[in-house]
């Protein structure tokens, strides 16, 4: 009697420690900066960006001295994280549209490309903290 016992209060208390056990947040709190580099029409064009909590913004500058900003969108899976982004840019170029992917290479080293409206396709490499 006294091992039934034990039993029955023994697995549900474990079942309740997997279940109700703090896990670590999935959440990014520390920003994760780029740089970027690519062409459009023949001319070089570059951009920095910065990620937190799958919201990015990168600032760039495209050919013809065109320069603006990207609101970005990261949709993270275990390794790849793909995003989308729209942004403004100035010299009559407008609205841009945006979307690549980065992925892990190392820790606290990723890598990535992309294609912009304005700027072109570009290779990105970034850090994590």
């Not at 990015?56 to 275990?78: H, I, N, Q, W, Y």
Request: with cysteine; proline share 7%; net charge neutral.
């Amino acid at each position: 009697m006294k091992k039934s016992v034990i039993a029955k209060i023994l697995i549900p208390s474990l079942t309740c420690l997997t279940v109700f056990v703090p896990s670590p947040a999935p959440a990014q709190l520390l920003p994760q900066p780029w740089v970027s580099v690519g062409e459009k029409d023949g001319e070089v064009t570059y951009a920095a960006g910065v990620r937190v909590l799958d919201f990015g913004f990168e600032v760039g500058r495209g050919p013809e001295g065109a320069t603006g900003g990207d609101v970005l969108k990261f949709f993270s899976l275990p390794v790849i994280s793909p995003y989308l982004g729209l942004g403004w840019y100035s010299e009559d170029q407008g609205v841009a549209v945006s979307g690549g992917v980065q992925i892990g290479a190392t820790d606290n080293i990723f890598i990535g490309a992309g294609y912009n409206s304005v700027r072109g396709f570009n290779g990105q490499l970034g850090i994590k903290f």
